[in-house]
Each structure stands twice: as C-alpha cells, then as structure tokens.
C-alpha cells in the first residue's frame, strides 16, 4: 500500500433498521478499524526498519586519540545514530560526546567500509592545515642550535659571550644544570640556542621522538682536543642527523696545536673544511669574545645551505616541551619552544598528559609576551599537570577535547613509563624490520682495545648491502657506560662488547630501557650473530616451481563435498599437497589449491603422467570439461650475504 493512500477510505454499509443489526454493523466498524490500525503500525515498523544507504565505501579517514563517536561519524559522513547502533551491538552504550579507543574506532571503520591512517592529535590538527595551506603562508624560521661538548671545554661561557649575559655565575660549580633555551638576534635574523647539561639530555630528548635541534656546535677546547665526552657527543650528534659546526675554544691559550685537534677531529669522521672535508671549523675564545660574530655568521650560512627551516605561522602551535617544573604562585610551569604555528595567551594546549589555557607567557629574558612564533622559545603556565621534557605539545580548539585526549593518554600511560618502547634485539630485529620500527641495524661498539675496535669495525663492513644498512653509531675504548645505554636507547641500537664488561649503572639502566647488550671474546662470533640476524631481515625469494598438468575429463557432483574433476596426467605430477591453476581457453579462472587427490576411491600423495585420478579443488566447482588443472608449489628461498 502506498503511504499516500488513504487508510480509513468511507465505506459505504447499509443504515441498520433494528438494535441487533446496529450491534452487528458497530462491531463489524471497530474490527475493521482494528484493522486499519495493524496495518498502519506495520507500515511504521517497516519505514523504521529499511536501511540508510549511507556506508563510507573505499573512504579513507584519520583515527586520532581523544575523537568522540561525533567527529568519527563526520569523518565517515554518516549519521551518529549509525554509529551508536554499532557500539550497542558490540553492547557498548555511548553518547555522541563520548571518547572512542583508537582501536575500536578502526574496527568500527573497517566495518564501515573506511580504510583508516592513525594520526596523533598534533599531527592531526595540523593536517588539514598543510593539505590546503597556500606556499605563501611557508615563511623563514630561526633555526634551533644545540651546544654540546666535553666538560669545562667552554660551552656555557660561550653562549654566555654570544647573548651577553652572565649565566655562569648564577650555576652550582660552573656547571650547567639544567636545560635552558635563548633567542639572540645576529644582523637583523634571530638564532635560538639550546643551552644542555650534556649528551645524555640531548639523548633523552631524542629518546621520546623530540627532534628540536637543525644544528649541533660542537665545543672543543684548543688545550685539551677531542676528549671522551667528546667523541660521545659526536656519536649522538650524528646519530640525530643533524649539521655539526666545530667551534674550537679557549684559542688565545698558548701551546695550542691545532693541526692535532684536526687530526683527531678527522679521525671521528669531522674532516675540517681547511683539510678538504666538509665540517666548518670556527675559531673562537669565550673569554675574550673573539670568533663570536664568525660563528654566528657560520650558523646562518648552515642554516640557509643545509637545513629546510619553515613553518607556518598561522597555524595552531605545536614544539617540544624542553623541561618542566612547579612554581611557587605559578603552578606547573613548561618551558617550550614553538616548532610550527603561533602559541597566543588564551590557547588551550595539551603537553603529554596535560592540559590547559595558556594563562601567561614568557621570553627567555622573562618578559610577559602575548605570543610566540616559530622557533621561540618561551614559558608557558595554565597546565593542570606537569609533563615530562621531551614530550610534544600542541593547540586545539576545544578545552573538552583536550580534557579528553589528557585523561585518555593517562589512562593509557599508567603504570607505564613515558620513555618506553619496545626494545631491539637481534631476535626481534627482523620483525621491528617488517614492521617498519627500525629501517637499519643500529651497533654501538665497545672494546678492549683500538686493534679490536678497527678489526670489528672492518667486519660489519663487509656485511653492510642496501636492504639492511649496518650503522655503527659510537666505537669506543672502555667499558659499557650509562651514556652508550643512553644513545642505544635513543637510536634503537645494540651494544656490542668485546672483552669489556658493563659497568654497574649502565646494567641497571639496561634492564630497566631493556637494552640488548651482547658480549664477546672472540670477533667471528660477533660478525656470525650479525650476519644471522641480517640475513633474517632480507627479503627473501619467493620461487614458484612447476609440477605438472592434468586435462579435466569428466566431472561427478557428489553430496556434501562438491565437484570432483576426473582427469587425466598429461604432463609431470600432481601433488597433493600442491597449489591449483584452473586454466580455460589458455587464460587463468582460478587460482587455489588441491584439497583432495585420488585414484580410483584411495587417498594418494601424488599421480603421475600418463594417470587418471580425481582432483577436488579447495571453494571451486565450477569446473567443465577441458578445463586444465596446473599444479605447482612456491618456495620461499633465505638469502645469504
């Protein structure tokens, strides 16, 4: 019945003439009304229950932390209600406000027939953002430069001389202690540098995926050339990937042999441009303020050749948390640097598991500032937690979203430590490899002696090829130390020992970042454990062997099996356990593989040329006369180096 035909249509009944015929015509009226009403409410029952045609077929979303059931039904462009049906069969009860899990919300796009990418909420907010930003809105960034070197080499004093102001004097021993980010400006172009207490702290920060630094000056004193710290600092500079600028301090002491400093320089891979290499090398005393102009000057000319620095200042801010503490009058208090977008007061910001209104900001000379563009760094307070250095942070619109992705990341997080992820072993090295967690076998050497340490070296190698690059991140002299830890647990490395033992806080740190640390005495037993655990990673090659041909003959449709094709071996063997081709007129049908094989009403493995048996075929009954029936196998063939 269609829903625009009337369903009480006048009926016409004949006038009732006496009292039981007025009785029999009333309750023939109210049956049929009765009826009428049946049919009304099934016809609301069926418009209710038809399906909407509104499934998001081959659309492809981004799942983030924190999304209520509302923005994922606006991704897939469906209606919530759709949504909320699917989480009551699954007999969750939700609002449209209400969180989902990240994996649950790809279960229900899958289901949904939406192809999903896992974004974290930063890269997310900025996402639409670059897909439609204009080139125009890409302007300069200053770049970000760390200082790093051995102890007492002159790091502080020389950022000291470069913003002229005394930040020495104000630290326990002349020692920095803690990490510390300042602007200057150098003809008209601004320059942040990131002031560490050492390697170890640029490491960490690495460690929980905070990439701030575009540069590394590498302080060396001219009295004392490449030291210990040194060469680890080098280690952990290259391993970030970044431009290293030597500045060789402390030049206006006598004695000083720079020819030496650039040998030993050479020898960790830094060949001075003045020697041909490609690392600038700027002379400079901090005390006496010489070389400060050339090296910013150098800075700048790195900058420009060497690093891709732009940002969009009209974005939402995102950076890098720096370091955090609680201030009295001030509550939790984080001290950031703003890698993309403008930070304003009144941004509502989520750092780690905290969030909050930015009430105040403040510059690296603690002024009150109303906002911070690319690369600046500044103290921010307003956040309800106090997050760990090292973690990103970033602006979204709402303080209920950022409520929710704080309270999910704790939920998440508990009883877990911010830092930790999944340890490489060489066991587990070609899954993280597949799984696309590690692109190289990171190795961190340490030995007894340098005649080791060059035999080691000469190995790997030689097991070096383009699928799996071998990357030898720091080789040392010595024992395990909590630095070598500390880098392999940046980088994803393993420490290899040789005749050397792990001193007692490098263990403890060890087991706790569950860092793989290998010991040998004998140098083949390295290289064939490496050998073994690259030749894991190689893909290998996958070999397809033909096995023989039958010719269908006749086929026999048998109950609860299926269609069995009676053939006959015209050319090599079928195999039981073997892969099926259905070829027809010379073109593939079908390909599967042999799920039963049989001569006469036996069971055998294989038949030969020249025989006749049954072949059953796995889901396939579509079989006909003529048909040929190819089997072959495949065979997955290791490499070797």
Request: hydrophobic share 40%.
């Amino acid at each position: 019945m269609h829903p625009t035909t009337p369903l009480r249509p006048e009926v016409a009944t004949p006038v009732p003439t006496t009292d039981q015929q007025r009785r029999d015509a009333g309750k023939k009226q109210r049956e049929r009304h009765r009826e009428i009403e049946v049919i009304e409410k099934d016809l609301r029952l069926q418009r209710r229950s038809e399906p909407e045609q509104v499934l998001a077929t081959n659309r492809e979303i981004t799942i983030s932390e924190g999304m209520t059931v509302k923005e994922f039904s606006e991704k897939l462009g469906i209606k919530a209600n759709l949504v909320i049906k699917k989480l009551v069969d699954r007999k969750i009860f939700a609002t449209i406000n209400q969180t989902l899990d990240v994996k649950l919300a790809e279960e229900l796009a899958s289901e949904f027939g939406a192809t999903t990418t896992q974004m974290t909420f930063e890269e997310e907010s900025t996402f639409d953002l670059e897909m439609a930003e204009d080139a125009a809105d890409m302007q300069l960034r200053p770049p970000v430069v760390t200082i790093m070197g051995h102890v007492d080499h002159g790091k502080t004093s020389l950022l000291d001389a470069i913003r002229k102001s005394n930040v020495v004097a104000g630290e326990f021993g002349g020692i920095t202690q803690h990490i510390g980010a300042y602007q200057v400006e150098h003809e008209g172009k601004l320059i942040t540098f990131v002031d560490t207490p050492g390697h170890e702290a640029f490491t960490e920060m690495r460690a929980r995926g905070a990439n701030v630094t575009d540069i590394v000056v590498l302080v060396v004193a001219a009295d004392d050339g490449v030291m210990p710290q040194t060469v680890e600092a080098i280690s952990h500079a290259k391993a970030a990937d970044v431009p290293i600028i030597i500045a060789l301090n402390k030049i206006d002491l006598p004695n000083v042999n720079i020819n030496r400093i650039y040998g030993e320089l050479s020898q960790q891979g830094l060949v001075p441009e003045e020697y041909g290499g490609d690392t600038p090398v700027v002379k400079t005393s901090a005390t006496q303020g010489v070389g400060i102009a050339d090296l910013l000057e150098m800075i700048g000319i790195v900058a420009e050749l060497k690093c891709v620095l732009k940002a969009n200042p009209k974005k939402n801010a995102s950076g890098t948390c720096l370091e955090a503490l609680i201030s009295e009058g001030r509550g939790a208090v984080a001290r950031v640097i703003v890698q993309d977008g403008t930070l304003r007061v009144g941004d509502v910001m989520v750092c780690g598991d905290g969030f909050g209104r930015v009430r105040a900001l403040y510059d690296d000379k603690g002024r009150a500032v109303e906002e911070a563009g690319p690369s600046a760094p500044v103290e921010v307070s307003g956040l309800d937690a106090v997050p760990t250095a090292g973690e990103k942070f970033g602006v979204v619109d709402d303080i209920g979203r950022a409520r929710e992705i704080a309270e999910t990341r704790r939920e998440r997080m508990r009883g877990v430590s911010l830092g930790e992820r999944q340890a490489i072993t060489l066991e587990n090295l070609f899954e993280s490899m597949a799984q696309k967690k590690v692109k190289s076998l990171n190795v961190i050497l340490k030995a007894d002696v340098q005649g080791s340490l060059e035999a080691l070296t000469k190995e790997l190698e030689k097991l070096v090829n383009p699928e799996v690059p071998i990357r030898v991140l720091h080789k040392a002299v010595g024992g395990i130390s909590e630095s070598d830890i500390l880098l392999a647990d940046a980088s994803q490395a393993i420490v290899i020992g040789f005749r050397v033992a792990p001193e007692d806080r490098a263990v403890t740190l060890a087991e706790e970042k569950k860092i793989d640390i290998r010991r040998y005495d004998i140098i083949y037993q390295v290289t064939d454990e490496i050998k073994k655990a690259v030749e894991g990673m190689l893909i290998p090659e996958i070999k397809e062997v033909h096995l023989g041909r039958a010719v269908v003959r006749q086929l026999f449709k048998i109950s609860k099996v299926g269609t069995v094709a009676g053939c006959f071996v015209t050319q090599g063997l079928i195999e039981r356990s073997s892969k099926a081709r259905v070829l027809r007129d010379g073109r593939e049908i079908y390909k599967s593989s042999i799920e039963a094989l049989k001569r006469f009403k036996d069971d055998v493995k294989e038949v030969r040329e020249n025989f006749e048996c049954g072949i059953k075929i796995v889901n396939f009954d579509d079989l006909k006369p003529d048909d040929v029936i190819e089997a072959y196998r495949v065979d997955v063939i290791r490499r070797t180096l």
